[in-house]
């Protein structure tokens, strides 16, 4: 689709990379690293102060406490720290669990690890989508070894509730299954929201893998900076995988990032007033063009019904879309794996410059 974008010169509202500046100060401590030399191989487990910046940032903000020297890992992007986790955990023909839906990530990595991904769908109420229990205690089988959490959700953006959190880790520990989570977008929860992991909920930390990333917290996406918090035992697993896949990588970024971090919430805060008033703009400009906009609690996507315009299919839709309006969007479907999926959403990214966000609003109403 951005290829498309490119193609037709449309307004890409498609894939979500930011045009949003990163924190001058950060950019000048990468600067100042590269410049002193840090260029070379970093330590296979990351960096030691930022492997601290993280457990404090844990520590912090939301009471888990992770011993910096064997239960932080850093990682080249959370992409590989999600594939090493299931290449670690998973055997052949063992199962993953996730919500669909599902980041297209998630059953790549469960392929690699030659498990099979069973996708449990969020369930669609009102203008959010909301967690389906009878349907996720279903997909237990004896085979399950990972229930893999997204949350803030993408694509949907939706907010896992301590109550949804409660079932999920109930049912967890009662089938000894082991948890990855991925927070990438822990730090851009709007309004009244509050994100919290599952692993410091009673019974998780031990079981529970957390996965997060610099990317999307401070717009640097290319810089490919993640981390995984959890157990020794686990963590050593992981790592044992990422040996063979990166090794190590980012070295002035680590260093930079290390300072950075301690800081994050002052930068955050100023982020996610950005993202809310094109979250806002964009979801208003939806509604006045008939594309019933979903609700989005975080992250930097809008879901959006495109039945109004006559589609049924979102795939279609997305092709015709930059020729009828000049804007691309993504369709959901693409990141749908349960055969009954609805298949009328499409996703539209916010992370943009308002001046983009108004130019496809301006296109999608002159088009409606």
């Not at 199962?95 to 059953?107: G, K, T």
């Not at 993202?275 to 930097?300: T, V």
């Not at 009954?340 to 990214?349: E, I, K, M, T």
Request: hydrophobic share 45%.
């Amino acid at each position: 689709m951005t290829e498309l974008a490119r193609r037709t010169g449309a307004v890409n509202l498609g894939q979500g990379v930011p045009e949003l500046p990163s924190p001058p100060g950060l950019l000048e401590e990468v600067a100042g690293a590269v410049r002193a030399g840090s260029n070379q191989y970093p330590p296979a487990a990351g960096f030691p102060a930022l492997r601290e910046a993280v457990a404090g940032h844990q520590r912090r903000r939301y009471g888990l406490e992770y011993r910096p020297q064997d239960e932080v890992l850093v990682t080249t992007g959370a992409t590989e720290a999600l594939a090493s986790a299931l290449l670690a955990l998973c055997d052949p023909g063992d199962e993953v669990i996730a919500f669909d839906p599902v980041y297209d990530a998630y059953p790549a990595g469960a392929r690699f690890a030659g498990a099979r991904l069973v996708p449990v769908p969020l369930a669609e109420d009102g203008d959010g989508f909301v967690l389906d229990a009878d349907a996720l205690r279903a997909a237990v089988t004896p085979r399950t070894r990972v229930l893999l959490l997204n949350t803030p959700h993408n694509p949907t953006g939706k907010v896992f509730t301590e109550a949804e959190l409660a079932v999920v880790a109930g049912l967890c520990v009662e089938h000894g299954l082991t948890v990855v989570t991925d927070e990438v977008y822990e730090h851009l929860v709007y309004d009244e929201g509050v994100h919290r992991p599952l692993a410091a909920l009673p019974g998780m930390r031990e079981r529970t893998l957390v996965i997060s990333s610099a990317g999307k917290t401070f717009n640097v996406t290319g810089w490919k900076v993640g981390w995984v918090c959890g157990p020794a035992p686990l963590v050593a697993a992981v790592a044992a995988a990422k040996q063979f896949l990166t090794y190590a990588s980012g070295t002035p970024y680590q260093e930079a990032l290390a300072r950075a971090l301690g800081g994050v919430e002052a930068w955050a805060a100023e982020l996610r007033g950005t993202l809310r008033r094109n979250r806002d703009l964009l979801s208003e400009g939806l509604s006045r063009a008939g594309l019933r906009p979903l609700r989005a609690e975080a992250g930097y996507f809008l879901q959006a019904d495109v039945r109004a315009w006559g589609y049924t299919d979102g795939v279609r839709f997305c092709r015709e879309l930059p020729l009828r309006a000049g804007v691309v969007a993504i369709p959901t479907s693409a990141f749908q794996l349960y055969p009954d999926a609805p298949s009328h959403f499409v996703r539209f990214s916010f992370c943009k410059r308002e001046e983009s966000v108004l130019a496809a609003v301006e296109k999608l109403l002159k088009a409606a």
